[in-house]
């Protein structure tokens, strides 16, 4: 039996039973969990990059032309591909595109001129501000502790903060994988709650097994912030594998530092790197360290993602029938 629906501007404006939106994360997000999220009454959203060339891309989106709401992930800052992306998500009426790392002026002017919505992720008010200015349709509040690219203000300034700006919808990311968390979120006038960590440990996740374990067993005092991955501060999981290619910025990040168009080059070779490198090639990748956020220590179960979204909302309701 589904738990009782929960009603805020994010289910108005997508039709979802659920306020959860499983967030899309490189390397793992599929149409599987897409589809399988739309199934629970959430919405389910994937990076345009885990599908290539551009014919896998256009055939994902075929795959997901009977979901009423879904959303796929645009990288504008180093991204060759983004117009092709862009062009094709367009193509197919894609109900949601978000917008990732980067001026996202030019992608929002084209999505409203084919009626596409699009959500942008900040970090802080200065971002925002732009990407109102902009026309963003909602915000994605990637607050401390979130996994992968996090901000580093906390959810709890953070989520004020945006939701003073503009009546327009702000999403909440950042260690949230529960009932609390929703509950806390919605408390803070966030829209909805942003899942990612959460949903890498569901069956239809297909990661590998020892991302799983990392998941499972990892607590949020194993959660590290490094450049090293890619060139932009990111969360990942403190392994045997990062601590190897370490963690620390080396002299060549202090120098790179000082000179912003040397930082832009380095940070565009090292995101294709860790974009394209094999595990046999002994480099790091996305394929060889693991992106997740502070909220990994509650996780102890690989659950469907309909259990996830139905323990999340049941617990929702339950904390917030009984607060004193």
């Known amino acids: 039996m589904s738990a009782a629906a929960i009603n805020t501007p994010l289910t108005a404006m997508f039709g979802l039973r659920y306020p959860l939106v499983c967030a899309p994360m490189f390397l793992v997000s599929n149409t599987r969990m897409v589809q399988a999220a739309a199934a629970a009454g959430a919405v389910g959203a994937f990076p345009a990059l885990n599908y290539r060339p551009l014919t896998r891309f256009a055939a994902a989106l075929q795959e997901l032309k009977h979901c009423s709401a879904f959303g796929v992930n645009l990288i504008i800052k180093n991204n060759p591909q983004l117009d092709a992306q862009l062009n094709t998500a367009l193509a197919q009426r894609v109900p949601l595109i978000i917008a990732s790392l ?3 002026t030019a992608v929002i002017k084209k999505a409203h001129a084919a009626g596409v919505r699009v959500f942008c992720d900040v970090i802080n008010l200065h971002h925002a501000r732009k990407a109102l200015d902009a026309g963003a349709d909602g915000l994605v509040a990637v607050a401390s502790g979130a996994g992968g ?3 580093n203000i906390a959810a709890f300034a953070l989520l004020p903060a945006l939701t003073a700006l503009s009546d327009r919808p702000v999403l909440a990311a950042g260690s949230i994988i529960d009932g609390r968390g929703l509950l806390a979120a919605l408390a803070l006038g966030a829209a909805g709650a942003y899942l990612g960590t959460r949903f890498i440990a569901s069956v239809e996740a297909e990661v590998s097994a020892d991302y799983y374990r990392a998941i499972i067993n990892a607590s949020a005092e ?13 969360n990942f999981i403190k392994t045997a594998a990062l601590l190897e290619h370490g963690i620390e910025p080396s002299w060549f ?3 790179v530092a000082k000179n912003k168009k040397l930082r832009s080059l380095v940070a565009l070779y090292r995101t294709r790197r860790a974009l394209y490198a094999q595990p046999a090639a002994k480099k790091i990748s996305y394929q060889t360290v693991f992106a997740a956020g502070q909220g990994v220590g509650g996780i102890t179960k690989v659950l469907s993602i309909n259990e996830i979204v139905q323990n999340t909302v049941a617990e929702y309701h339950a904390l917030k029938n009984n607060l004193p």
Do not use: K
């Open 149 to 151: 690219h996090g901000g």
């Open 222 to 234: 194993d959660i590290v912030t490094t450049a090293r991955v890619d060139g932009y501060p990111g």
């Open 253 to 255: 990040d202090l120098l």
């Open 102 to 104: 980067g001026n996202p």
